[in-house]
């Protein structure tokens, strides 16, 4: 019976306390709650502060567009054949 009991006290040994598992997991359920809830918080940021199409890069862009020798270049429109 010695034996048995030798081979019964390494099997617990290596066996984990399942309070201190579930002490574990309820933790790293926490943090995984707070992580979700730090990056929820986060989306309602905005991406772009504003007036930020103000910025004289987006301008060039759009006085660009609008110049009237830069819009009558080929490629910028399809050609309109009902004037013709």
Known sequence: M????????KIQA???DPTERDRKW???LRGVQAAAANAKANMAHPT???GFWR????????EQNADPAV??????RAPNFSSE
């Open 26 to 28: 309820e933790q790293h």
């Open 71 to 76: 819009a009558k270049l080929p490629g910028r």
């Open 48 to 50: 772009k502060n504003w």
């Open 14 to 16: 290596n066996m984990e």
């Open 55 to 62: 910025h004289e890069k987006h301008l060039a862009k759009y």
């Open 2 to 9: 010695a034996l048995i009991q030798y081979i019964r006290d």
